[in-house]
């Protein structure tokens, strides 16, 4: 049961890495469009995404810890 706490662990953990690397592209391709489109419409579409993303992230990490507890001795 331990040893499988530990794998979700690492599991949850490259979870949470490639959500950090969806943010960082989001942000790329949204600098490379902002440049030909309306700067304010894409700023209030990036700010949607980096909210989306963001609940994402702390409702894994509350996932995360919640499981880690439980899986303590």
Known sequence: MHHHGH????AMA???LLGVV???RAFITSSRMARS???VAQ?????????????I???ALAVLLGVYYVTQP
């Open 7 to 10: 794998d979700f662990l690492l």
């Open 14 to 16: 490259v979870y949470l």
């Open 22 to 24: 969806l943010v960082v």
């Open 37 to 39: 489109s309306d700067m």
């Open 43 to 55: 700023q209030r579409e990036v700010q949607r995404q980096f909210r989306i993303v963001a609940v």
């Open 57 to 59: 992230m702390l409702s």
